[in-house]
């Protein structure tokens, strides 16, 4: 009996040690639990106190390109930071957006935001591979990481990159979400969204895109240089190759439209970064203006319309006037020798290079490029050169004019002889402008006939602009916007020389004179505060005229009678008519100013000459007709407007002279 009792006494006392264990483990974890929800919580809220609203992406409006119009509504130039183009989701092709969710997030329409499966078999595919094949970022978190947060790379940044990747794919659909990603995504080479980069790559619309075009772009957001289809074409053919073979995985396409796809080759029209919008002198002054207006935050990324005055054929027509021009000057000025010499054994290297950068396919006639002399063909009294692919041959003819070099300090060249046939030696390197092409029947090839050419050194300006409305129809400020973006019609003070001369005669007509006032023209002399000693102007050829009529001193440009006519009517008077013409350089009160010295620049010039032909009437230069905003909004407006410069009758009359200018003056 005391051994029975004794057993149980013990039972129990086992159990209650059993139930008091079970109760301390119990309050443990549930402790253990109530604290790590505690930390949770606190950790949460640490992370999301200051997390960024998803609002900003309801109002999505990226940096996105200004453009500007010429006259006719054709697109000149664009201005940006971001080359991107916003377009709507339902423009956007559905096998675009296939071969992207294929390539970067195969179960986008399923997961919340975060797919922890999806980083999972990322990591074990790119173990696999020994390379990163594949990402483990859904798209919903790229869109958070580009839109919201910054590129840090942390634990804390991902973990907030999760929340906000939950709360937006709960907030948003899933159109929307795509809708941003697709037009926020950076593709390479300057594209920012799928829209940029489809003109870029293809010169076409995103919704013009076929098969190969939409997985070889869905392949470039996770390495966009490597996978560049212009800097590594094998690279882009292999990345798009695996974005058709996940599409056909999930059941995009078919195996035969993989195989098919997989088939074409790259095409390109376009792989320039983007850096160098099409510029000229007349929409960099365009820029300028509106840079100076606007700042840079409206000019470079809130997508500007920029309507201008610009008429695109005038301003080639112009661009190609001036170099022209340039260069028939600048010939007449003389050579200053070969671009450079190659010895013997560089020559070779030499024409390497150049069939390089001068491809057949980009020579053709009117080109100027660069050659190098072989040798010489007495018989034929030509320079035999190559210029790359093709050899060419430089008639002695032609070399006639650099016979005599350019007679500045800078040009150390001078030539060797008297005779064409000895100005060059075999390994100079010469400019020439290509001619015809022709079969020479013995080498079984084409021939190029071509002239010799040399950069100008000489500069140049041009405007023109409509006297009726003042708009600018084209403005060259050099002959190479290239080489030099300083603009020489409008940032340039130059002196005027004898075109300032009807300004002088307009004022001279409305204080006292007429075209038959006489006035003699003999020798003086005087001092002049800008001028060393004393000075004793001269008229061109060094003659004098006597008693000359007002008339024929404009007309034949005579310098003794316009000295004495702004001696009659004030230096102060003439700089008061140029000021009410528009020129507000400044303009020093001497009688030199008579003689054009004081610089002004090309465009207020203009616009004085505008005067004469409106009858008194000045109108101001108009480049920018209208500026509008991404939403429609007017920011800027500008119509033609005219303004009394000189009476009407001062201006018939000098308008009749200058027109007398042309037909008998100088």
Same mark, same amino acid.
């Given at each position: 009996?005391?051994?029975?009792?004794?057993? %149980?006494?013990?039972?129990?006392?086992?159990?209650?040690?059993?139930?008091?264990?079970?109760?301390?483990?119990?309050?443990?974890?549930?402790?253990?639990?109530?604290?790590?929800?505690?930390?949770?919580?606190?950790?949460?809220?640490?992370?999301?106190?200051?997390?960024?609203?998803?609002?900003?992406?309801?109002?999505?409006?990226?940096?996105?390109?200004?453009?500007?119009?010429?006259?006719?509504?054709?697109?000149?130039?664009?201005? &940006?930071?971001?080359?991107?183009?916003?377009?709507?989701?339902?423009?956007?092709?559905?096998?675009?957006?296939?071969?992207?969710?294929?390539?970067?997030?195969?179960?986008?329409?399923?997961?919340?935001?975060?797919?922890?499966?999806?980083?999972?078999?990322?990591?074990?595919?790119?173990?696999?591979?020994?390379?990163?094949?594949?990402?483990?970022?859904?798209?919903?978190?790229?869109?958070?990481?580009?839109?919201?947060?910054?590129?840090?790379?942390?634990?804390?940044?991902?973990?907030?990159?999760?929340?906000?990747?939950?709360?937006?794919?709960?907030?948003?659909?899933?159109?929307?979400?795509?809708?941003?990603?697709?037009?926020?995504?950076?593709?390479?080479?300057?594209?920012?969204?799928?829209?940029?980069?489809?003109?870029?790559?293809?010169?076409?619309?995103?919704?013009?895109?076929?098969?190969?075009?939409?997985?070889?772009?869905?392949?470039?957001?996770?390495?966009?240089?490597?996978?560049?289809?212009?800097?590594?074409?094998?690279?882009?053919?292999?990345?798009?190759?695996?974005?058709?073979?996940?599409?056909?995985?999930?059941?995009?396409?078919?195996?035969?439209?993989?195989?098919?796809?997989?088939?074409?080759?790259?095409?390109?029209?376009?792989?320039?970064?983007?850096?160098?919008?099409?510029?000229?002198? &007349?929409?960099?002054?365009?820029?300028?203006?509106?840079?100076?207006?606007?700042?840079?935050?409206?000019?470079?990324?809130?997508?500007?319309?920029?309507? /201008?005055?610009?008429?695109?054929?005038?301003?080639?027509?112009?661009?190609?006037?001036?170099?022209?021009?340039?260069?028939?000057?600048?010939?007449?000025?003389?050579?200053?020798?070969?671009?450079?010499?190659?010895?013997?054994?560089?020559?070779?290297?030499?024409?390497?290079?150049?069939?390089?950068?001068?491809?057949?396919?980009? $020579?053709?006639?009117?080109?100027?490029?660069?050659?190098?002399?072989?040798?010489?063909?007495?018989?034929?009294?030509?320079?035999?050169?190559?210029?790359?692919?093709?050899?060419?041959?430089?008639?002695?003819?032609?070399?006639?004019?650099?016979?005599?070099?350019?007679?500045?300090?800078?040009?150390?060249?001078?030539?060797?002889?008297?005779?064409?046939?000895?100005?060059?030696?075999?390994?100079?390197?010469?400019?020439?402008?290509?001619?015809?092409?022709?079969?020479?029947?013995?080498?079984?090839?084409?021939?190029? /006939?071509?002239?010799?050419?040399?950069?100008?050194?000489?500069?140049?300006?041009?405007?023109?602009?409509?006297?009726?409305?003042?708009?600018?129809?084209?403005?060259?400020?050099?002959?190479?916007?290239?080489?030099?973006?300083?603009?020489?019609? +409008?940032?340039?003070?130059?002196?005027?020389?004898?075109?300032?001369?009807?300004?002088?005669?307009?004022?001279?007509?409305?204080?006292?004179?007429?075209?038959?006032?006489?006035?003699?023209?003999?020798?003086?002399?005087?001092?002049?505060?800008?001028?060393?000693?004393?000075?004793?102007?001269?008229?061109?050829?060094?003659?004098?005229?006597?008693?000359?009529?007002?008339?024929?001193?404009?007309?034949?440009?005579?310098?003794?009678?316009?000295?004495?006519?702004?001696?009659?009517?004030?230096?102060?008077?003439?700089?008061?008519?140029?000021?009410?013409?528009?020129?507000?350089?400044? $303009? +020093?009160?001497?009688?030199?100013?008579?003689?054009?010295?004081?610089?002004?620049?090309?465009?207020?010039?203009?616009?004085?000459?505008?005067?004469?032909?409106?009858?008194?009437?000045?109108?101001?230069?108009?480049?920018?007709?209208?500026?509008?905003?991404?939403?429609?909004?007017?920011?800027?407006?500008?119509?033609?407007?005219?303004?009394?410069? %000189?009476?009407?009758?001062?201006?018939?009359?000098?308008?009749?002279?200058?027109?007398?200018?042309?037909?008998?003056?100088?």
């Amino acid at each position: 009996m005391y051994y029975r009792l004794n057993n %149980l006494s013990r039972k129990s006392e086992g159990k209650n040690i059993f139930l008091r264990i079970f109760a301390w483990v119990f309050w443990a974890a549930l402790i253990l639990v109530v604290m790590v929800g505690v930390a949770v919580l606190l950790i949460y809220q640490h992370y999301t106190k200051d997390l960024p609203s998803i609002d900003k992406l309801r109002k999505y409006e990226p940096p996105t390109v200004s453009y500007v119009y010429d006259r006719d509504g054709n697109i000149v130039a664009e201005f &940006f930071k971001q080359k991107r183009i916003v377009v709507p989701i339902e423009k956007i092709p559905k096998t675009l957006i296939q071969a992207f969710i294929a390539a970067e997030d195969a179960h986008f329409y399923e997961h919340t935001g975060i797919d922890l499966m999806g980083v999972a078999r990322a990591m074990i595919k790119n173990i696999e591979a020994g390379s990163i094949v594949q990402g483990g970022s859904t798209i919903t978190q790229q869109v958070t990481k580009s839109l919201l947060l910054t590129p840090e790379r942390s634990w804390s940044r991902k973990f907030r990159e999760a929340i906000l990747a939950y709360r937006i794919d709960n907030e948003l659909s899933k159109e929307e979400i795509l809708y941003l990603y697709l037009n926020q995504i950076y593709l390479g080479h300057g594209a920012y969204g799928v829209e940029a980069a489809a003109q870029n790559y293809f010169g076409k619309h995103v919704w013009e895109l076929n098969l190969p075009e939409c997985a070889l772009l869905a392949g470039l957001p996770s390495a966009p240089s490597r996978y560049s289809p212009c800097a590594h074409p094998r690279k882009a053919l292999v990345r798009r190759s695996y974005v058709l073979r996940r599409m056909q995985e999930l059941g995009f396409v078919s195996q035969e439209e993989a195989r098919e796809a997989n088939q074409v080759p790259i095409d390109t029209v376009n792989c320039s970064d983007n850096l160098s919008p099409r510029l000229n002198y &007349f929409t960099e002054e365009v820029r300028r203006t509106l840079l100076e207006k606007f700042g840079e935050d409206v000019l470079y990324n809130q997508g500007l319309k920029i309507y /201008t005055t610009l008429d695109s054929r005038l301003q080639r027509e112009a661009e190609r006037a001036i170099d022209k021009g340039l260069r028939e000057l600048d010939k007449r000025q003389g050579y200053c020798g070969p671009e450079d010499h190659m010895v013997v054994y560089e020559i070779e290297k030499f024409l390497s290079r150049l069939k390089e950068i001068q491809t057949p396919e980009m $020579l053709k006639e009117g080109k100027i490029v660069k050659a190098i002399v072989l040798g010489i063909d007495q018989r034929k009294k030509i320079y035999r050169l190559s210029i790359g692919s093709w050899e060419a041959e430089l008639p002695y003819s032609a070399v006639k004019w650099a016979l005599r070099a350019k007679p500045y300090d800078f040009c150390k060249w001078r030539p060797p002889a008297r005779s064409p046939e000895k100005l060059f030696k075999k390994g100079d390197v010469i400019l020439v402008k290509l001619g015809t092409r022709v079969s020479d029947t013995k080498k079984k090839c084409s021939v190029w /006939t071509v002239s010799l050419e040399q950069d100008p050194v000489v500069q140049g300006a041009l405007v023109c602009m409509e006297n009726e409305t003042g708009y600018v129809r084209a403005l060259v400020g050099g002959r190479s916007f290239a080489k030099s973006q300083f603009n020489r019609a +409008t940032q340039a003070l130059r002196q005027p020389g004898s075109a300032f001369k009807p300004i002088i005669y307009s004022a001279a007509l409305d204080n006292g004179f007429n075209p038959l006032s006489v006035i003699v023209d003999a020798p003086i002399g005087f001092s002049d505060p800008s001028l060393k000693g004393y000075w004793k102007p001269q008229n061109y050829g060094k003659r004098f005229y006597g008693p000359t009529y007002f008339r024929e001193a404009l007309i034949h440009s005579r310098n003794i009678v316009t000295i004495k006519i702004l001696i009659s009517i004030g230096v102060n008077k003439a700089i008061e008519y140029a000021r009410n013409l528009g020129i507000t350089a400044p $303009l +020093t009160p001497t009688l030199s100013r008579a003689l054009g010295a004081s610089g002004v620049s090309l465009m207020e010039m203009t616009s004085a000459y505008s005067a004469f032909a409106n009858l008194g009437q000045r109108v101001k230069p108009i480049m920018i007709t209208t500026v509008v905003d991404s939403h429609g909004e007017f920011l800027f407006e500008r119509t033609p407007s005219k303004e009394y410069a %000189l009476s009407p009758e001062s201006a018939f009359v000098i308008n009749h002279l200058l027109q007398e200018v042309v037909l008998y003056g100088t």
